[in-house]
């Protein structure tokens, strides 16, 4: 069976600032780390075991996931498949400012891409379809994967056999800062099992 753990990074600058992301390569602020080091013992005080943990190359996500494999004492495999959608040249503004611009509803229509040179929701989704076969194609076991939340959730979508569409009119799912998603795979009944969605670790 495979076990699967999907996390969103820790709190970074961009988040504090309010700033769309995407692919700017911003670091964890200073929560965003407390973030990282609470999760992670949290993960060590309970005995949750790994056997993989793989992550986006983006700062925010690397960082996350290396604060955890090290207190869990595991290594960290990078992917580009899980990186942040791009959102074009929209990246680094206000996320405020940005959405009072009459351009800012191509964020939200699948086929249309975001910022002129960003990545439609469409190829976002087939991305994620693309990360999860990945996945699958390897040997069963635990996974730890360390990603983003706009990503996180096309890679949701397509688990459920949603199809991509405006979110003002589709489902969203709320992905705190390292918050995480757990479900199981069965390869012989092809069954997913959701566990749980925004977990988090306890505040002590």
């Given amino acids: 069976m495979f076990d699967f ?6 709190e970074s600058l961009g988040n504090a600032n309010g700033q ?31 056997d993989r943990v793989i992550a986006s190359p983006l700062e925010r996500t690397r960082t996350t996931a290396a604060i955890i494999a090290e207190t869990l004492g595991l290594s960290v495999e990078l992917n580009p498949l899980w990186m942040e959608r791009s959102f074009g040249n929209w990246e680094g503004q206000p996320f405020d400012e940005l959405r009072k611009q009459e351009t800012f509803t191509k964020i939200f229509h699948p086929y249309i891409t975001p910022g002129e040179d960003g990545e439609s929701l469409m190829d976002t989704y087939q991305r ?30 397509s688990i459920f056999g949603i199809d991509p569409q405006k979110f003002t ?5 709320i992905i705190e800062n390292t918050a995480y998603t757990h479900l ?21």
Avoid at 184 to 204: D, F, H, Q
């Fill in 128 to 157: 994620a379809v693309q990360a999860v076969q990945e996945l699958l194609r390897q040997e069963a076991g635990q996974y730890l994967v360390v990603s983003h939340g706009a990503f996180l959730n096309m890679v949701l979508y």
């Fill in 20 to 50: 769309i992301q995407g692919r700017l390569d911003e670091p964890l602020s200073q929560q965003g780390l407390e973030q990282a080091r609470r999760l992670a013992h949290y993960w060590q005080r309970q005995q949750i075991k790994f």
């Fill in 184 to 204: 199981t795979y069965e390869p012989e009944k092809s069954l997913w099992r959701v566990l749980g969605i925004n977990l988090l670790a306890p505040m002590p």
């Fill in 5 to 10: 753990t999907l996390l969103r990074h820790g």
């Fill in 169 to 173: 009119t589709g489902p969203r799912f």
